[in-house]
């Protein structure tokens, strides 16, 4: 089935090449870090000649900043956690609203001001995407959780403000973590009892 898949991804794109593939205008940035990585790194001409202050092969920079990312790497996540946290949420850890507005866990992370490449390059690497993308998505950032989302939450709208600002878990009416054990049956296969469920609610 994969196979299926995939095999049927290249004959679209082989069929369509002409609309999607060919235009030079529809190539996505993402893709051009990694070839332009690659066609360095593979390169045979040589840039040593050129009259230059960097004297330095392409292999031993990528080699160098290679290390350098790696050492990097275990500071934020083992060494040093507290790179990736807020410093608002230590100034005021028991307080509810701080933690709602700038947590990162169970808040909305508004200023995350963070080391950490991997909480930086979370969506995507920002190296190689386009400016106007990120500042169309920053833009879109700012207005749906810096102002949208606060001024719901805190208005009460839908009774939002019985309910975490943000969470991954589902919840039930009384605002308690939805226990989806109470409508199944568990000898009939976990299926879905409708009766346990209008008991539930």
Avoid at 28 to 44: D, E, I, K, Q, Y
Avoid at 82 to 102: D, E, H, K, R, S
């Amino acid at each position: 089935m994969t196979l299926a898949t995939i095999l049927f991804g290249f004959s679209l794109a082989g069929i369509f090449r002409s609309l999607v593939v060919e235009p030079g205008s529809l190539v996505w940035p993402g893709v051009l870090g990694n070839t332009a990585l690659n066609h360095t790194l593979h390169s045979r001409k040589n840039t040593l000649d050129l009259d230059t202050k960097f004297k330095m092969s392409r292999y031993q920079f990528f080699m160098i900043v290679f290390c350098g990312s790696f050492c990097w790497y275990w500071f934020p996540d083992f060494i040093f956690p507290a790179l990736g946290y807020t410093f608002i949420c230590w100034a005021a850890p028991n307080n509810a609203v701080v933690n709602q507005i700038f947590g990162m866990k169970r808040g909305l992370g508004i200023l995350p001001v963070t080391f950490d490449w991997s909480q930086i390059a979370y969506i995507g690497s920002p190296l190689v995407v386009p400016t106007w993308a990120i500042l169309n998505v920053l833009a879109s950032l700012i207005f749906w959780i810096y102002a949208v989302s606060p001024a719901i939450y805190y208005s009460n709208t839908w009774s939002s403000a019985y309910l975490p600002i943000q969470s991954d878990s589902v919840y039930d009416n009384t605002g308690a973590v939805y226990n989806v054990s109470r409508v199944i049956d568990k000898n009939l296969g976990f299926s879905f009892n409708s009766t346990k469920f209008d008991e539930y609610s």
